[in-house]
């Protein structure tokens, strides 16, 4: 067989001559006690998957130890809707994997409840190869076919023991993890590619939970942002207590205790994780809500409170699948994100994790029964929850209920390159890149919280979009002090605003088969993943379809204008009172501070003009004759009367 660290030749010209000679095996029991491999990959999320056929084709022999009994992570899990940002960003095996789902959905026999012709999806053009949105158990099927057509060696229900006897090593190389069952999984090289970064954590690479101050990166979209907590936020002021008004009754369910902190300051928080539901509005796939064991009404009192408070809105996001499915998204203030009760998941045991995750189930299957049958709930929006149901043909061994919780960041490391807003932005450009991230800087809301007017908020939601920029290769990889024969390439090295962009399924896939193709080469050349040719990689990622440049347009984050320059008394939107659903933008230059207010013309739409407010309060420091400006970005598709009141001694004046 051809020596695979050969700079010249391509990891997927050997993929014919593997695949007749290794069949697949996905069997949780059969496996000896003993397993040895060229290379163990950790996760057969779709990052693992990816990173493990890369090793096949690179000509490496390689086993896929999965923890669970499921293939695919999120995008076998319900995320039907894939994430991407840009398209072209991607390459590789990544995209071969929606090319593959898009001949799956090319076959007449794959629609079942709808006919190809009416599926309507803004996510493919006319004459597309790829497939971007997809049902659970086709993207599981599509996994499974691709692992043993590559030849992949599956294992399945072997969880890391976290024990002392869970990782073996010399020096700084890995030599072998131990299962909680006893079983050993030995190799030259290993990828962990859980969301959690267990295999990480426990060979002793550095990694950070939570929220970074801004000042750690010099970034400005980092830490608790109260501030600027605008989108899917509470519209209407909510009062949180047992007893209207008394803060000595306690707080209701969904709140917390604790103060939100202070701005750019870093915490131990995480976005908020949920599952993301397959539904169907086919009344003969449909199921009705259930009602949870244990239901108790007063666990969503505070979403009741906000319904009978005036927001009015339908607080969930489906995204229509073939077949009448839909995507389910977190949407508004109080929705399927279990907002605060994820943070204890990323560096818990096994025992705890299964509680958390059991809890998001049964937070989120309550909140679906209120929505859909609570007499508090507008009756318009009951009708909405009853015409849509789970899907009894979606993950049929597990009640119909997603198989994966969103675990939308845990442990992330820290390595020699810890991507940051700065590359998001492209104000810093990794010059060792292993791929593109295309996605808005995101995060969902961390905390919810009372603000001293005794009113309950959410913090942590941020968007930020990006053009595709360069994932730099030491992002994916440790520090050489502490392992030499690790990748990460889900768990990787990025700040969490980075993280937030980079944390794209498809992203997930084009690192795995970055961090398979280094780690072949590694072997091939008997080094260490730090001292892996990089000229040498890049040839080889080229060669297998990867994108690693950006030469279409870009768009950079508009600078705003410090306050501080401008003369006077300046009170910034970041200060200012808002009321309704207002979204933060930075994408036109011109405005003061970080960002500026806009409501997308979201109230034309809805009929419902007048209902948004920002209530700007100068402090002035005597009395005295002064003049009102207003400082706004100029577009062509800015509002031309918006109705602006100054408040005086003798009444408002508009």
């Not at 009344?283 to 906000?306: A, H, I, M, Q, S």
């Not at 995101?442 to 968007?463: K, L, M, P, W």
């Amino acid at each position: 067989m051809a020596d695979s660290a050969r700079p010249d030749r391509s990891c997927t010209g050997w993929i014919v001559l593997l695949v007749t000679a290794l069949v697949a095996t996905p069997t949780p029991s059969a496996e000896p006690l003993d397993i040895r491999r060229d290379i163990v990959v950790y996760g057969a999320t779709s990052g693992g998957i990816v990173a493990a056929i890369q090793a096949r084709a690179c000509g490496r022999t390689v086993v896929l130890v999965e923890p669970g009994r499921h293939l695919g992570g999120l995008t076998a899990g319900g995320l039907g809707a894939t994430d991407i940002g840009n398209k072209a960003a991607i390459g590789g095996l990544s995209r071969d994997f929606y090319r593959r789902v898009g001949r799956h959905y090319a076959a007449d026999t794959a629609w079942v409840q709808e006919r190809r012709e009416d599926y309507e999806s803004r996510r493919r053009a006319a004459g597309e190869q790829e497939m971007w949105t997809f049902e659970p158990h086709v993207a599981e099927q599509v996994y499974r076919d691709w692992l043993r057509e590559a030849g992949v060696e599956v294992v399945f229900e072997a969880r890391l023991d976290l024990g002392a006897r869970g990782v073996e090593q010399e020096g700084r190389r890995i030599v072998a993890f131990r299962t909680e069952d006893g079983r050993r999984f030995a190799g030259a090289m290993f990828i962990d590619a859980t969301y959690e970064g267990d295999l990480m954590a426990k060979a002793g690479v550095a990694y950070h939970v939570g929220r970074e101050a801004e000042a750690v990166h010099g970034e400005s979209l980092n830490g608790i942002r109260v501030a600027h907590a605008t989108k899917h936020q509470f519209t209407h002021d909510v009062d949180p207590y047992v007893r209207r008004g008394d803060p000595a009754s306690g707080l209701v369910p969904l709140v917390s205790p604790d103060p939100p902190g202070t701005d750019g300051e870093g915490d131990r928080r995480v976005q908020a994780y949920n599952f993301r539901m397959c539904t169907t509005d086919v009344p003969e796939n449909r199921r009705d809500w259930p009602k949870p064991e244990g239901y108790d009404e007063r666990e969503f009192e505070l979403l009741l409170r906000n319904f009978e408070a005036g927001d009015r809105r339908v607080p969930w996001n489906p995204v229509w699948m073939p077949n009448r499915k839909t995507d389910t998204n977190n949407n508004f203030a109080i929705s399927t994100d279990y907002i605060g009760h994820s943070d204890a998941y990323p560096e818990a045991d096994h025992a705890t994790r299964e509680r958390i995750v059991a809890d998001h189930r049964r937070y989120q299957t309550g909140l679906m029964w209120t929505l859909a049958n609570h007499p508090r709930v507008p009756a318009a929006v009951r009708e909405h929850f009853q015409r849509l149901g789970l899907a009894k043909d979606e993950f049929v061994d597990n009640d119909n209920w997603p198989h994966q919780l969103y675990v939308r960041e845990a442990r992330r490391m820290i390595s020699d390159v810890v991507m940051t807003q700065h590359h998001c932005q492209q104000r810093v450009i990794a010059d060792d890149p292993v791929g593109l991230g295309a996605y808005n800087m995101d995060s969902h809301n961390c905390q919810r919280y009372v603000t001293a007017a005794g009113v309950v908020r959410n913090e942590g939601d941020i968007q930020v979009g990006v053009s595709p920029y360069r994932i730099a290769y030491r992002s994916i990889r440790p520090r050489r002090e502490e392992c030499e024969n690790l990748l990460v390439p889900v768990c990787l090295s990025a700040s969490h605003i980075a993280y937030g962009s980079i944390r794209m399924e498809p992203v997930f896939m084009v690192l795995g088969q970055s961090a398979a193709t280094a780690a072949s080469l590694a072997i091939g050349a008997g080094t260490s993943v730090q001292d892996v040719d990089y000229a040498v990689l890049r040839e080889r990622l080229l060669a297998d379809g990867q994108v690693l440049e950006w030469t279409g347009p870009v768009r950079g984050a508009a600078a705003g204008r410090d306050a501080a320059s401008l003369r006077g008394i300046v009170v910034d939107n970041a200060a200012a009172k808002v009321v309704g659903a207002w979204s933060s933008s930075a994408s036109i230059g011109g405005f003061v501070g970080s960002d500026y207010l806009h409501d997308g013309d979201a109230d034309k739409r809805a009929a419902g003009d007048g209902e948004k407010q920002v209530v700007f309060t100068a402090a002035v420091p005597r009395a005295g004759t002064y003049e009102v400006r207003i400082w706004f970005t100029h577009s062509g598709n800015r509002a031309a009367r918006v109705p602006v009141t100054v408040g005086l001694p003798d009444g408002p004046r508009t």
